[in-house]
């Protein structure tokens, strides 16, 4: 909860009591021990946009396409940049857009490279704030990246003949 939010979230301050204090903005960080920061939607047009690119997602548009169709619209990411496929992406992976927190998702030992866990290894706390999207809109999503993406296997297939025919000389 100390990075930075998503797109179309925000961090609020709580105070002990439960109590919202105010959105801390960007680099900004609770000052009394007794706090603590949640996420919470942030802006309607960006909840609005978080929703399309769901929708988009799930009618099988590619993540490239959706970045592309809202940078022809002209509508920022967060950091006033245009969007980029990685940006698309990660609104599209991150499982706080459905109410959840997630911890553990990665693990390191000392001067080794980093291990990623398998989703079953994850520590989740679902219903953690208000979702953006629905959790069952969140996982039909992820059941397309997970059964391989947004390529079927004939389309899959075909690219490899295409370049395998480009490479024969």
């Known amino acids: 909860m100390g990075g930075r939010a998503s797109y179309g979230l925000r961090r609020m301050l709580i105070d002990a009591d439960g109590t919202q204090v105010r959105t801390l903005r960007s680099g900004e960080h609770k000052s009394l021990t007794t706090q603590r920061t949640v996420?919470?939607?942030?802006?309607?047009?960006?909840?609005?946009?978080?929703?399309?690119?769901?929708?988009?997602?799930?009618?099988?548009?590619?993540?490239?396409?959706?970045?592309?169709?809202?940078?022809?619209?002209?509508?920022?990411?967060?950091?006033?940049?245009?969007?980029?496929l990685y940006n698309v992406l990660g609104v599209l992976h991150n499982p706080a857009y459905a109410g959840m927190n997630v911890w553990g998702t990665t693990s390191q030992r000392l001067s080794e490279s980093t291990i990623r866990k398998t989703p079953d290894q994850w520590v989740r706390c679902d219903n953690a704030f208000t979702p953006i999207i629905d959790p069952a809109t969140f996982g039909k999503v992820q059941d397309i990246f997970a059964s391989g993406g947004m390529y079927s296997d004939q389309q899959l297939l075909d690219a490899l003949r295409r370049l395998l025919k480009s490479e024969e000389v």
């Open 39 to 84: 996420l919470v939607p942030g802006p309607p047009n960006e909840q609005e946009v978080v929703r399309e690119i769901f929708q988009i997602a799930l009618a099988g548009k590619k993540s490239l396409a959706i970045a592309r169709s809202l940078n022809a619209r002209q509508i920022p990411y967060s950091s006033g940049n245009p969007w980029t």
